[in-house]
């Protein structure tokens, strides 16, 4: 137990107390020089036995109060509630102190008054939910993330295998800020979620993306933020629920491609698309023989698009934008309808440029005037059109996947694939 630590009796018979002089390093949170803490025994042996921890819990709370002296928001905070813990207490907001029991609630009153009858006001903050709730933003959310999570998830977990783990989380975070913003947490609304949901309907629809990518997305997002708002026990009500996508495999929830019949008789058709503005229109007609995403199309600067040499081809690359992945990265022949639309358009797409616009604009269009073969038909039906007319002529699967930007489903991709001319004369034979 140590020579510092003594015990006394108040009065003969009385409860036994622990005596000990606070130690200098605590002086500046604790104004007595000596304290007397009753043990709430009068049998010497178990005073003797309770009297270590006591003075643990004690040391707990004085290096709280030490840590609360701080401009740090977020260590200030946590201070108060290890402060409330070394008390005995359970850390509560404000709103729920006033709410216990009135007996409770002058307990914790009582508790958090000086020997002279004064308020002591870290312990005020601590016991009576009085410390500031820090302002968390996402972006900080996810570093705390880290901190709570790693050694759980980690723990035996090789430096790739790490790396996974973290890459899908930090490219879900990095979309929901790119739709809301790095918000403090306690400003996150339900309006802020739902818009992050449009934002990934948009893309299931618009792009080649799944529902299953999109819960991913969703989910690692409610995940951090909960375990962020449990550990730093914020007390928050995150505006999650009902935001993920149906996955299932019903005739809805596939991919539809167009029909070479509806392609030849009517996108192709003279005039069917006069009434769509000029670069909307090509840019339909620069996927029908390439596959391109629309937005890669419209994310084409004028030095991608080479129209000069004995082989027309674009270049997606990652310059002014991001392409969705590593394999996106490719060069495309052009031939047919598509080479005519980018010849009309050398210098690219600057309406549509980095902008979110192009699937809205030419999916209207073409609902509008009866150019979708059915009601779950979308403008990405070319892409998918285009990679069944490949099949179709038996072009080989490796052609196939560098055109569509796929990877080579787990195999390493060796070497640049074949010639640009070779790919451009496979592909002059099913153009249109």
Known sequence: MGKQIKLRRRGKGGMLYMVRDVPVRYRSVESRAEIWV????????LAQQKAPGVWSDLIAGWEAKLDGNTADAEKAFDAAQRLAKARGYRWLTAGDVAGLPRHELLERVEAVRKPNGNLDTKE??????????????????????????????????????????????????????????????????????????????????NEDMSPGSANKDIGYVENTLRLVNEKKRLGLNLPFGKLTFKEDDDEDSKRHPFSEKWIAEKLMAQDAMSGMNDEARDVVLAMVNTG?????????????????????????????????????????????????????????????????????????????????????????????????????????????????????????????????????KLLAKIAH
Do not use: C
Request: aromatic share 8%; hydrophobic share 35%; glycine share 8%.
């Open 292 to 424: 391109m995403r629309p937005s890669e199309i419209v994310g084409l600067l004028p030095q991608h698009i080479h129209l000069d040499g004995p082989v027309p081809y674009v270049e997606i690359k990652a310059e002014g934008k991001k392409t969705k992945n590593k394999p996106s990265r490719r060069f495309v022949p052009l031939v047919g309808v598509s080479l005519a639309a980018m010849k009309r358009h050398p210098e690219g797409f600057p309406t549509y440029r980095f902008k979110d616009r192009i699937s809205d604009t030419a999916n209207k269009f073409l609902r509008e005037n009866g150019l979708l073969e059915t009601e779950v038909h979308t403008l990405y039906g070319l892409r998918h059109a285009f990679e069944d007319r490949m099949l179709a002529a038996k072009i080989d699967e490796r052609i196939r996947r560098d055109l569509m930007g796929h990877s080579l489903g787990g195999r390493q991709r060796y070497g640049d694939g074949a010639p640009l001319a070779t790919v451009r």
């Open 38 to 45: 009753n043990l709430n025994t009068d049998v010497s042996t």
């Open 124 to 205: 005020a903050a601590a016991l009576l939910g009085g410390a500031k709730e820090p302002e968390i933003t996402v972006n900080r959310a996810l570093e705390l993330f880290w901190e709570y999570a790693t050694t759980e998830s980690t723990r035996g977990a090789s430096e790739d295998q790490i790396r996974r783990w973290k890459n899908p989380r930090i490219k879900a975070i990095r979309n929901f800020i790119g739709v809301v913003g790095d918000k403090v947490l306690a400003a996150i609304t339900r309006d802020d979620m739902l818009d992050f949901r449009d934002w990934w309907s948009k893309r299931i629809e």
